[in-house]
């Protein structure tokens, strides 16, 4: 008897998937060639004053394989649609690109610098936040003086497809120069949203190509119209723009916020005239405090960094003159120091807390965050701030001495 | 109609447990042999319809060759070399000076053969079963009983290499097809009286001996004895391999999981048997059954418990890997292709979309094709000749790969995929859980086609629930996984060393005699010792 009930249960089993497959009709399923694959979005405003959103879509086919040269094709097309709001723009879409729209790829939100002449950031970035397929962990950026489309139209060589060379060089920057701050969609968000903290975006530029060298069996230079950089940063105050940082104000930014990693500073040859002298950071923290005492608001800001000599311009024996490895490492922390010196006026000229001095003090003195946050615009470009870097320097490369003429 | 039907075929079935099989058929019923030779040669004869190997050797014996004696043997089952010296031989040389039949009898059987083994029956029904098992029978005129000698001696195959469990390290012998060789081959690796050996006769007509072996004092008895009930419940014309056997005493017969271990190794064997398992061997089959048997042991290769115990962890681990991606690989690529193509990397997802652009399938057709065109190969393979092997490989690599590759009919990251799979399953160490693996991928994908990462989570959940509720002869199949058995992990992911295993699966009957002395960790000598050199 137990082997019929058995069977009966199998027999139910087969019946329920065989009907699960059927009255499912396979829910949500999307083949993956019936995707169009976007690496990128671009929001500007168009001439009618709607929303006009590039995508940047993958053309996997142009991608080239293992076997056979490379074509010539494109890795990718774009298209440029117009719509009330970003939903139905994305979603306008879908009269150009044959295959489904597909976002969850997306790794770039690159909003033109006009878009935010009257209105803010905020009406844009509801879909991504609200919608499951775009991802909260894509970048973020403004382009300055030219519109997103210009930037996705863009060329790179050695990364065909512009959203992922964008990647690259924000991967580099961020390693090796921390003269970007690499912001995603969540970032913004958070920042956009916590108390004492104002929202930024990594800047990016459109540089116009203009061939000057020549080279015997390059592709097709003569139709690159430009090439596109990412650098500095774009201010936010609320959700509205409201100016940049260049690349060393943002390095200055970073230096306060510990997120440079391995950067190059260079400062004035403090033995010879004229020459200068770069140093390799090899690791940096940066932390900050911010004190109040009755009204008198004053911020301190510590940085200590681990370098190597880079490169000197004049040569120096260390054995004879030991001191100047001392002088070395004092002009490495009053380049440091400078840096963080513009970067925290040009904030306070903007009148944009990006340091998040307000939110130290939301964070540990809630109560005097209470009285002051009403007043902060007022407080914020009047803060005092004191800056103490200390600069370490270890090896000074392979060589003791630099190569000299006889 | 139909509830006619099933009672219909309810009394049939009845009808027919209720008759022994062997009845059916024109065997003999209890007979006593006669006192006149000559009725019993005829009735032997009769037994076997004149079957013109049997042979019915009249040799007259005693003083003078006064008295008539009877040699029966089957002609190609018996030593004749064996028959000739160790019973003609004897029995006209040493009865020379005897004139009394049953003195002649009792003397032969006493006495005058050369052999070990030498029985005694009254039944005309015996003798014929045993002639027919191999032995000769010695019958005297005047005396109603008859001397079976052991004699058996047929060709059989030589004790060589096992071929579906090979291994770098270990034995190099495997069973073979002779109960007898088996068992000797047992009982060389454990030389201990305890090792206990039961003989069944399964099988009323092909009558084929089983054995059922297991050590006394370390097997649970109880266990024990359920094998051996179940083994003598078992009524069936005959059996021709373990495999037969295996589905009539398993716990779980409708489930697509075995729960007898089969092997081929003598080691294995013994192995088991140490760990208080039993062991059923077949005759005519090189193929014993171990059991109780749990799911780890199917991933288990001998040579886990011979190479160094790192290295039997990692390729166990290993294992376990192949059989997690064996089991899941191509509905995994079902469903990410279908469903969750945000969890690939974007270069990836990318390279995949380049090659199923021009696919003219959906994913889960591509893939149930390729399954099955795998499946193909790996029948035809199987079944082909070994000189033709070569002709298989060529089409599956070349014409099926290759050219279906080209022409566009699938991808070659689905290439990719089912090689994948099939690579991973050919490292299951036995076949009986690879074929279930086979059999359960199929479900999968419809699943992972149909819901997503969610069906095969689903899928997942419902097989590993239906593992759970497996026992085989009382053992959970997952043991000691679940229920978690803390001090058996040593020998489920990983091995431990030989110097730490010092416990039994906990079903044994005493757990109080350790397997390993404790303290043998190798370490060098005291300092003691070895102070002072230089004095």
Redesign the interface.
């Known amino acids: 008897m137990k082997?019929n009930k058995?069977?009966r249960l199998?027999v139910y089993l087969i019946a329920i998937?065989s009907l699960?497959?059927a009255a499912?009709g396979?829910?949500?399923?999307?083949?993956?060639?019936d995707?169009a694959?976007v690496?990128a979005i671009g929001v500007d405003r168009s001439p009618s004053g709607n929303i006009q959103m590039t995508a940047q879509f993958?053309k996997?086919?142009a991608?080239g394989?293992a076997e056979g040269p490379k074509s010539q094709e494109k890795p990718f097309w774009v298209a440029t649609t117009e719509g009330h709001t970003m939903f139905e723009a994305f979603r306008n879409l879908g009269y150009i690109s044959p295959k489904r729209p597909?976002l969850?790829?997306n790794?770039f939100y690159i909003f033109g610098e006009d878009l935010f002449r009257e209105m803010g950031i905020k009406p844009f970035l509801d879909l991504i936040n609200r919608d499951p397929?775009p991802?909260l962990t894509a970048r973020i950026s403004v382009v300055k003086g030219a519109t997103a489309k210009d930037l996705l139209q863009a060329e790179f060589e050695g990364m065909p497809m512009s959203a992922?060379a964008l990647r690259g060089i924000m991967n580099h920057l961020t390693k090796a120069w921390g003269t970007i701050h690499e912001t995603t969609i969540r970032d913004f968000l958070d920042r956009m949203e916590s108390e004492g903290i104002e929202p930024i975006a990594m800047g990016a530029e459109v540089i116009p190509f203009e061939p000057d060298i020549e080279i015997e069996g390059e592709v097709s230079r003569e139709q690159i119209k430009a090439r596109a950089t990412l650098g500095g940063t774009a201010v936010f105050k609320g959700d509205y723009l409201v100016g940049w940082l260049d690349n060393f104000e943002t390095r200055g930014l970073n230096w306060i916020l510990g997120k440079v990693n391995n950067t190059v500073v260079e400062f004035p040859h403090p033995g010879a005239e004229d020459k200068r002298v770069s140093v390799e950071i090899l690791r940096a923290t940066g932390s900050f405090e911010v004190q109040v005492e009755d009204e008198d608001v004053r911020a301190f800001i510590e940085v200590n960094a681990v370098g190597n000599l880079g490169c000197i311009q004049e040569p120096v024996d260390f054995i004879k003159q030991p001191e100047v490895w001392t002088q070395f490492e004092k002009g490495a922390e009053k380049a440091i120091e400078d840096e963080i010196a513009r970067a925290v006026a040009a904030l306070q000229r903007l009148g944009s807390d990006a340091v998040g001095f307000g939110q130290y003090i939301f964070r540990r003195k809630p109560k005097e965050w209470e009285s002051l946050k009403h007043r902060w615009d007022e407080i914020f470009p009047a803060i005092g701030v004191d800056i103490d870097v200390t600069v370490h320097l270890r090896g000074m490369g392979v060589v003791l001495k630099s190569a000299e003429t006889k | 109609m139909l509830r006619n039907l099933v009672r219909k075929i309810k009394r049939f079935s009845q009808s027919e447990r209720n008759k022994a099989p062997g009845e059916t058929r024109g065997t003999y019923k209890h007979t006593p042999l006669s006192h006149v030779l000559e009725v019993n040669e005829a009735r032997i004869r009769q037994a076997f319809g004149d079957s013109f190997d049997l042979v019915c050797r009249r040799v007259a014996i005693g003083k003078h060759g006064s008295i008539a004696a009877l040699v029966v043997h089957l002609n190609e089952m018996v030593n004749p070399q064996f028959v000739s010296t160790a019973i003609i031989e004897r029995i006209v040389d040493k009865t020379e000076h005897l004139t009394d039949p049953n003195t002649v009898y009792t003397q032969i059987r006493d006495s005058y053969l050369d052999l070990t083994d030498v029985a005694e029956t009254h039944d005309l029904h015996k003798v014929a079963y045993e002639i027919a098992n191999g032995n000769t029978c010695i019958l005297v005129q005047g005396v109603a009983k008859a001397i079976v000698c052991q004699t058996q001696g047929y060709s059989q195959r030589e004790v060589s290499q096992p071929t579906t469990e090979s291994t770098i390290r270990g034995s190099k012998e495997g069973l073979v097809e002779s109960l007898a060789v088996n068992l000797s081959l047992i009982r060389r690796r454990i030389r201990n009286p305890n090792l206990r050996v039961e003989q069944f006769t399964i099988g009323e007509v092909s009558q084929t001996p089983v054995a059922l072996v297991y050590i006394e004092g370390i097997a649970n008895p109880g266990i024990v004895a359920e094998a051996r009930q179940r083994l003598s419940r078992i009524k069936v014309d005959s059996i021709q391999e373990s495999g037969q056997l295996e589905e009539f005493i398993e716990d779980a017969?409708?489930s697509p999981f075995p729960t007898l271990l089969r092997t081929e190794r003598p080691d294995r064997v013994t192995g088991n048997l140490l760990e208080g398992r039993f062991a059923i061997i077949t005759d005519g089959s090189p193929f014993a059954l171990i059991a109780p048997a749990t799911f780890s042991m199917f991933l288990t290769a001998p040579e886990d418990y011979f190479e160094r115990f790192f290295a039997g962890s990692v390729i166990r681990l290993l294992r376990y890997l192949a059989f997690l991606l064996s089991l899941t690989l191509p509905s995994l690529y079902v469903a990410i292709?279908?469903?969750h193509?945000?969890l690939l990397p974007?270069p990836l997802?990318?390279?995949?979309?380049?090659?199923?652009?021009q696919?003219p399938f959906?994913?889960v057709v591509e893939a149930i094709l390729m399954e099955i065109v795998f499946e193909l190969l790996r029948e035809a393979g199987i079944r082909l000749p070994v000189i033709l092997g070569q002709a298989v490989s060529i089409i599956g690599a070349l014409v099926i790969g290759e050219a279906a590759l080209r022409a566009g009919l699938v991808s070659a990251a689905m290439v990719v995929v089912v090689a994948l799979t099939g690579i991973s399953s050919f490292v299951t160490p036995i076949f009986s859980l690879a074929i279930s693996v086979r059999l359960l991928r199929f479900?999968l994908m419809?699943?992972a086609?149909?819901?997503?990462l969610f069906g095969i989570l689903a899928g997942l959940a419902s097989m590993l629930t239906h593992l759970l509720t497996l026992r085989s002869f009382g053992v959970p199949y997952l043991e000691p996984i679940a229920p978690f058995v803390a001090g058996e992990q040593r020998d489920v992911v990983f091995r431990a060393p030989w110097w730490a295993m010092n416990r039994r699966p906990r079903f044994v009957e005493e757990q109080t005699d350790k397997r390993v002395a404790p303290g043998q960790i190798p370490r060098p000598p005291e300092p003691e010792q070895t102070k002072d050199p230089g004095r």
């Open positions: 082997s058995a069977l199998t998937m699960m497959w499912s396979c829910w949500s399923r999307r083949e993956i060639e995707l694959f690496m993958a996997p086919e991608m394989s597909y969850p790829h790794n397929e991802r992922v | 017969p409708l292709t279908t469903f193509q945000e974007t997802i990318l390279s995949i979309a380049a090659q199923r652009n696919i959906p994913a479900p419809i699943l086609s149909a819901l997503g």
